[in-house]
C-alpha cells in the first residue's frame, strides 16, 4: 500500500477548523452551535461591491493576467496611500486570499531548512505554509498575563542563528488582537536592519484597532524598503471571506520577480473577486464607521462576560476580532469536543478553537482558547450564557 508522503504526515491539523465532524453531530442532534471557532464576520457583504458582480457584462469568462488586474492594482494604490503606504501597482500582485501571499513569501524568501521567528501564539496557517515548504518556525513566546505583547528584543537575538530568513507578524495579531505599537515596530525594524532578514507583515485586520489607536504599517517603516513584505486580504475587511482575494505588496523587486513565477504557476487570481475588490475601494469613507463601532460592542461585551467567569483570564485585545482566553481546564481541546459532543445548555452550545494549536511549542495554550467576536451581541451573550454554564459543570 502506497503511503503518503513526510510532509503531509508533518502537516498540522487547523485549530479552527478540526472540531467540525463534532459540530456537525451536534447540529443533527437538534443542538444549536453558536460558533465562536473562526472568523468568519456576520455583517453582511456591501451590496454595492456584490452589485458591481452581478453587473458585470462579462462575455467570456477569462483567466485573469497573473499579477491581477492591473485596474484593480491601480486602485489598491489609492486604497494604500489613503493607509500611508506609498507603492505602484508594479509593486502588488493580487492573490488568491491572503493564504496565497503568505504561500508566496516563504516559497520566495526561504529554502527548505531555512528558519521563520514568529511570536507565538500566531495564525496557524503560518505553520502549515511553513511546514509545506521545508521551512522551520522558531517561535518566540508572548504571554496573556502582559496580553500577548511582544517579546523583548533580547529573546529575538537569541534567536537568530545563520538559517534565519525572515521575521513573521500578524498586526492586529491574530488569534490574539494585539496591537503592534510604533516602538514595537522599531524594535522589529532594527532587528531586520541588523541581520538582513525580510519582514512579513500580515495585515488582514488593519481596519479593526480599538480605543483610538492607529495601525502602523510595515511598509511605512523607514529603512525597510527591501525587507518588507506586506500580507493583505479583503476577507475580513469587507466580510468577503468567500472571495479568495489577497494581496502580496513589496517594494524589493528581486522578491516581486520570485513571487511572480509562483503567481504564473498558479495562472490567475479570480476574476469576479477582483471585480468585487475594486469596487470596495470606492465605498464611502464612512463605511467602517457603523462596522467599527459594532465590533467595538462586541468585544466590550464578550470580554466583559469572560472576566466575570470564575477561573478565567482573557485580556482586552486592541485589535482584529478575536480574544484569547485562559480557562479553568487541563485541556482546552478535550472541553471544546466535550462542549460539542455531551453537553447543551438551553438546547445551545459554543463551538471555540483550541489553543494549542496556535502554538509551535509543545504544551503551549493548553488551557486556552481563541474565541471570534463575529456574531450578533443577543448570540454571544447566548454562547457566553453556555460557556458559563458548562464550566461550573465540566469534569476534568
Not at 50 to 75: C, I, N, Q, W
Not at 226 to 247: M, N
Not at 356 to 374: I, N, P, S
Request: glycine share 6%; net charge negative; proline share 6%.
Amino acid at each position: 500500500m502506497p503511503v503518503i508522503s513526510h510532509r503531509g504526515a508533518q502537516m498540522p491539523p487547523s485549530p479552527i477548523r478540526k472540531l467540525v465532524p463534532y459540530a456537525d453531530a451536534a447540529k443533527k442532534r437538534g443542538t444549536k452551535v453558536y460558533h465562536l471557532n473562526i472568523g468568519q464576520p456576520d455583517i453582511e457583504t456591501p451590496k454595492a461591491i456584490l452589485d458591481a458582480v452581478r453587473h458585470t457584462d462579462m462575455k467570456v469568462l477569462e483567466y485573469s493576467p497573473s499579477p491581477g488586474f492591473e485596474s484593480y492594482r491601480k486602485k489598491l494604490v489609492t486604497y494604500y496611500q489613503r493607509n500611508n503606504i506609498d507603492v505602484t501597482s508594479n509593486q502588488i500582485i493580487v492573490t488568491t486570499g491572503g493564504s496565497e501571499a503568505i504561500m508566496f513569501a516563504i516559497m520566495s524568501c526561504l529554502d527548505p531548512g531555512d528558519e521563520i521567528i514568529i511570536p507565538e501564539p500566531f495564525y496557524a496557517n503560518y505553520n502549515g505554509f511553513s511546514t509545506s515548504s521545508g521551512v522551520k518556525v522558531v517561535p518566540i513566546p508572548s504571554g496573556i498575563e502582559n496580553g500577548f505583547a511582544l517579546p523583548a528584543i533580547e529573546e529575538f537575538e537569541k534567536a537568530v542563528t545563520v538559517r534565519t530568513k525572515a521575521i513573521m507578524i500578524c498586526n492586529p495579531n491574530n488569534p490574539t488582537g494585539y496591537l503592534y505599537s510604533m516602538d514595537e515596530l522599531n524594535v522589529l525594524r532594527e532587528i531586520c536592519l541588523k541581520h538582513d532578514l525580510f519582514l512579513f507583515s500580515d495585515e488582514a485586520y488593519r481596519e479593526f484597532c480599538y480605543d483610538g489607536a492607529k495601525h502602523i504599517s510595515a511598509l511605512s517603516l523607514p529603512g525597510l524598503e527591501e525587507h518588507a513584505i506586506l500580507l493583505d486580504t479583503i476577507s475580513k475587511r469587507y466580510s468577503a471571506c468567500g472571495g479568495r482575494i489577497g494581496a502580496f505588496v513589496t517594494r524589493n523587486q528581486g522578491v516581486l520577480d520570485a513571487a511572480m513565477k509562483f503567481a504564473q504557476a498558479r495562472l490567475s487570481p479570480p476574476s469576479f473577486a477582483q471585480i468585487l475588490g475594486e469596487a470596495a475601494v470606492d465605498l464611502p469613507a464612512n463605511y467602517f464607521d457603523e462596522v467599527h463601532a459594532e465590533y467595538t460592542s462586541r468585544r466590550d461585551l464578550l470580554v466583559s462576560r469572560l472576566q466575570k467567569m470564575e477561573g478565567v483570564t482573557c485580556p482586552l485585545p486592541g485589535g482584529a476580532f478575536y480574544a484569547m482566553a485562559k480557562l479553568p481546564v487541563q485541556d482546552s481541546e478535550k472541553f471544546c469536543q466535550w462542549l460539542l459532543e455531551e453537553f447543551s445548555h438551553n438546547g445551545a452550545t459554543v463551538m471555540m478553537a483550541p489553543a494549542a494549536g496556535f502554538y509551535a511549542t509543545a504544551g503551549k495554550g493548553k488551557d486556552e482558547v481563541r474565541l471570534a467576536y463575529v456574531l450578533n451581541k443577543n448570540d454571544i451573550n447566548a454562547a457566553m450564557d453556555c460557556l458559563e454554564a458548562a464550566l461550573k459543570v465540566y469534569k476534568q
